[in-house]
């Protein structure tokens, strides 16, 4: 196939999704190729995550999207909680949050924050990545070679926000924050001791949240302390996650990461 073929074909393929992203009111970043467009219109994008919440997101629940990025996860997640249902959606990247706000804004059941979801509020530094917009992190020393451009966010922890919007019952918590997730982990301890059928899904990247300064082990063993089992997303669904090898050469790869798919077994109360 000639190049000039190949790039008629691209130029076909991208007019025929960004009009079919039209009808769906579907917005993308500028730099986004033809088969990340497919991905998420189509919902091919994390297809096991996918399933897993078509399984256990059922009408009427409350949940929080950590890590919006441009709202795929939260349109499907306001489709399957329903008009009686709620989702938070939280984005703190300024250019991925107007992309967030014109993908949900037709969604009567979202409500979006332009936050950064730490252990704390008040103002902090976030690193906004020039190439990726699926890069952009809390964490200063990104394990990837990608331009940064370091600005200020408003950062809050979870358990302020929900309180401050009376929110008393939380079914389901979605994060991928680039490596952020141990310490947005801390500041949503309340929220996970109140809620004891609470379910969580996060982005387990060993390499993104050693360079945030936690050992990945760590991170997983607090998740453990709170009652929780742990199942690791496979190319057959979600399966059984017991042990993380710290010796596994692909933890250090930026590129490897998997979603964790975390499942009360035992309630708070019988913690202490």
């Keep these: 196939m000639t190049i000039l073929l190949k790039k008629f074909i691209r130029f076909v393929l991208n007019g025929v999704l960004d009009y079919i992203a039209r009808t769906q009111?579907?917005?993308f970043p500028e730099?986004?190729?033809?088969?990340?467009k497919r991905d998420f219109l189509f919902g091919r994008y994390e297809k096991d995550t996918v399933a897993l919440f078509n399984k256990t997101i059922k009408t009427g629940m409350v949940v929080v999207d950590i890590g919006a990025h441009i709202g795929y996860y939260t349109r499907i997640l306001s489709k399957l909680v329903g008009k009686k249902g709620a989702v938070y959606a939280f984005e703190a990247?300024?250019?991925?949050?107007?992309?967030?706000e014109k993908n949900t804004g037709h969604l009567s059941n979202v409500k979006r924050y332009q936050t950064a979801v730490m252990d704390r509020a008040g103002t902090v530094d976030f690193y906004h990545c020039e190439e990726k917009s699926g890069s952009h992190s809390v964490v200063a020393n990104i394990p990837v070679n990608l331009a940064t451009r370091k600005i200020s966010v408003q950062s809050a922890d979870l358990d302020g926000i929900l309180a401050g919007e009376d929110?008393?019952?939380?079914?389901?918590?979605?994060?991928d924050i680039e490596g952020g997730e141990p310490i947005a982990l801390r500041g949503m301890r309340n929220t996970l001791t109140k809620n004891n059928s609470i379910q969580m899904v996060f982005e387990f990247a060993p390499a993104w949240i050693s360079a945030g300064g936690v050992k990945p082990e760590r991170f997983l063993e607090e998740i453990f302390s709170m009652g929780f089992?742990?199942?690791a997303a496979n190319q057959d669904g979600f399966a059984d996650f017991y042990v993380y090898n710290p010796f596994d050469p692909r933890n250090t790869d930026p590129e490897y990461f998997f979603n964790i798919y975390c499942k009360r077994l035992i309630p708070p109360r019988f913690l202490k």
């Design 25 to 27: 009111k579907f917005s």
């Design 167 to 175: 929110v008393a019952t939380v079914d389901f918590i979605k994060m």
């Design 31 to 36: 730099k986004y190729i033809w088969q990340w």
């Design 229 to 231: 089992k742990i199942f």
């Design 93 to 100: 990247d300024p250019e991925n949050f107007k992309l967030l």
